[in-house]
């Protein structure tokens, strides 16, 4: 099912208990991040850095609002209060954000996002091959019963397009290629306007000068 329509986003989000400004809020600092390194970084900090700083603002975001974040077997989530549902945070390919697309995670991914898929596909009677497990890191029962999201984004030339969507399978290759639900969030625009910074009206304060006697 692919969410375009703003009144579909709006109560899709909703009904998951966020917003589509919060997301987009969390990529916009995972892209602040990423164009704040320089040519004297080491080359996979900016990426790094991108999805690090993206999951910490989704964090900050969600933690108010009764979600907890879980880093078992080092893969990092927010769960909401009920533990029913996950997000994890991931880079896309050139396919994200676009309704005319499927789009796939940029990277392969390891045994943690294999299991989580399993996850889905149980949890929401997906009737489709299941994926290859490997033989180690077998994910805990708490995991098996939470509903995993994948906040994705994509940088593009003049843009960040990102979504939130629901993976139902995975390759051999171990990237995604399947979804059971995608809802597309307004896409970034990146460009080289100057924004105006207005300071706070403040109250002139006067200060008394006195000769010291």
């Known amino acids: 099912m692919l969410r375009v329509e ?34 004297n970084h080491p080359p996979l ?15 900050e975001y969600l933690l108010p609002l009764g979600w907890t974040r879980s880093d078992e077997g080092n893969y990092s989530l927010v769960v909401n209060p009920s ?22 995670t ?19 009677n997906l009737f489709v091959e299941s994926p290859p497990f490997p033989a180690a890191a077998k994910p805990s029962d708490a995991r098996d019963e939470k509903v995993t999201w994948f906040l994705l984004f994509h940088r593009a030339t003049s843009e960040v397009r ?21 809802i597309l969030l307004g896409s970034i625009p990146l460009d080289s306007n100057f924004v105006e910074v207005t300071p706070p009206a403040l109250p002139d304060i006067t200060i008394d000068v006195k000769r010291k006697t």
């Open 83 to 104: 533990g029913e549902t996950a997000i994890v945070v991931a880079t896309g390919d050139e396919g994200t954000g676009r309704a005319e697309a499927s789009p796939s």
């Open 162 to 182: 990102c979504e939130l969507s629901l993976p139902s399978s995975i390759g051999t290759d171990r990237k995604i290629d399947g979804w059971r639900e995608r």
């Open 45 to 59: 900090i900016p990426a790094i850095w991108a999805w690090g700083e993206t999951v910490r603002a989704l964090r």
């Open 106 to 124: 940029k990277a392969p991914k390891g045994p943690n996002t294999i299991y989580a898929i399993a996850a889905n596909q149980l949890q929401l």
């Open 6 to 39: 703003a009144w579909d986003v709006h109560g899709r989000l909703s009904a998951l208990g966020v917003t589509e400004q919060g997301l987009s809020d969390a990529v916009r600092r995972g892209y602040l991040a990423y164009s704040n390194c320089t040519a």
